[in-house]
């Protein structure tokens, strides 16, 4: 009790803070943490999906890190990945500088890019492997050579197919990022390049790109480590092929825990994943600096 109201003294706002965050951490834990911990328990096993769990050691470790398909899958990953950040980034950049106008038209474009993020990754396999079909697809229905290629059976053509499909999937979720990044920059820097008589083109290249260091920090993170779980949509669309050329690697551990009922392979294999995006995450947020976090935080 207080001594000269009589009443209760009121309990920091701050001690509270933590409560809050509970609930989120009790949800991280149980499906990131437990989880995780289970995957690589059990990548120190031989179990084939069904049957009784025998622990066996390095013996599934060995078994990945010797094949010959392991260098393979990580070398298209990391392809698929670089590829496509190199396509998403100024596209989303453009598009998100683009849609940070004031004009009315804008908004209902910003709407119309929006939507290929709101289907299904599935759902637009399927459409795309059904377009690009030589025989019954768009190019035969419109009678149209170029578009009557082997699109998903030529190695270079199904590695193309895939990163377009990829990019124009999400180019729309970084592009809205960027465009908050965009409206973060301050008014009075453009108000002073045009009194000094900088054109849009230099304002782009002199205010709104260096402005834009840690959102694109923070899409890039977005995009690699995403990139890392590309599964649905190039498993529908080429299921690796032709031959191994699209066969990244979370496909490699879909073929071997569910294929090839090797559970203990393919958890081993999910550990280099979660491992690879974990070193890419922390890579960039270095590359980033030291008040990256506050900063991406304001820009998206």
Known sequence: MSALTGHPPRREPR?????LATPALVVFVGFAVIPLVGVFALSFTTWDGIGAIHPSGLTSWRAVLTNPGLPHALWVTFLVMAVSWAVQTPLSILLGTFMAGRQRYRVVLGVVYFVPLMLSSAAIAIAYKALLDPNFGLGAGLKIHALSQDWLGRPGLAFGVVVFVVSWQFIPFHSLIYQGGVQQIPKSLYEAAQLDGAGRIRQFFSITL???????ITSSTLMVVGSLTFFDLIFILTEGGPGDATRVLALDMYKRGFQANLMGPASAIAVI???VGLALALLLRRLGGRDAGASQLEGV
């Open 15 to 19: 001690s509270i803070l933590p409560w």
């Open 210 to 216: 260096p402005q834009l260091k840690y959102t694109v």
């Open 273 to 275: 994943l979660v491992l």
